[in-house]
């Protein structure tokens, strides 16, 4: 399994961070993994965003951290393998390496076992 | 959220030294508890999960042990490539969280 971030490295602030991840050697619609988003502000520790789980019949359940959960939106493209974050109203404090991340369970009680490679996203006019 | 504090935030140690970083939860994750390990400029990797389950392809100097609240990572003899930041993260409930990582440094 392998995963690769993509996007726009600068974001002004106050609009839309938008980010892709590509999931290859697996299927998006593994009932298996939590496709997820883990960030790492400058400096910093590690601040999961949240994830998406396919639970059957196209239907996906979203989980977001309650700190960003009014700004966050995580969906899924099947026909291209991906899966996409979404952050609104972004500010320097949204500065960071974001992963895209996968592992077994909404918690990850077996550990978060396969990352991309983490793409840095600047706010900043 | 539960939160994860470890100690030390930093450690400085030779090679073969036998090295022990701690994990402590604000409340009981049973046995819930990962760990990580940071180079720079890289993704974390899994090391333990579940307290003291080794992920595969890890050398069996690590080690992983607690329960509760109160967690330990153990590297018994210290090679050159295990300076990096290490990471534990509960795996609890939801939010998931990390602490704040203790970085680990040639002395």
């Known amino acids: 399994l392998h995963l690769q971030e993509s996007g726009p490295g600068l974001v002004k602030p106050s609009e839309t961070l938008s980010l892709t991840c590509t999931v290859s050697?697996?299927?998006?619609?593994?009932?298996?993994?939590?496709w997820g988003w883990i960030r790492q502000p400058p400096g910093k520790g590690l601040e999961w965003v949240g994830n998406i789980y396919y639970s059957g019949s196209t239907y996906y359940t979203t989980y977001y951290n309650p700190s960003l959960k009014s700004r966050v939106t995580i969906s899924v493209d099947t026909s291209k393998n991906q899966f996409s974050l979404k952050l609104t109203s972004v500010t320097a404090a949204d500065t960071a390496v974001y992963y895209c991340?996968?592992?077994?369970?909404?918690?990850?009680?077996?550990?978060?076992?396969?990352w991309g490679q983490g793409t840095t996203v600047t706010v900043s006019s | 959220d539960i939160q994860m504090t470890q100690s030390p935030s930093s450690l400085s140690a030779s090679v073969r030294d036998r090295v022990t970083i701690t994990c402590r939860a604000s409340?009981?994750?049973?046995?819930?508890l990962n760990w990580y390990q940071q180079k720079p400029g890289k993704a974390p990797k899994l090391l333990m999960y579940?307290?003291?389950s080794m992920q595969s392809g890890v050398p069996p100097r690590f080690g992983g042990s607690g329960s509760g609240t109160d967690f330990t990572l153990t590297i018994s003899s210290l090679q050159p490539e295990d300076f990096a930041t290490y990471y534990c993260q509960q795996s609890y409930s939801t939010p998931i969280t990390f602490g704040q990582g203790t970085r680990l440094e040639i002395k």
């Open positions: 579940g307290a003291s």
């Open positions: 409340q009981s994750i049973a046995s819930y």
């Open positions: 050697g697996g299927s998006i619609s593994s009932t298996t993994y939590y």
């Open positions: 991340a996968t592992g077994i369970g909404r918690d990850y009680p077996s550990g978060v076992d396969v």
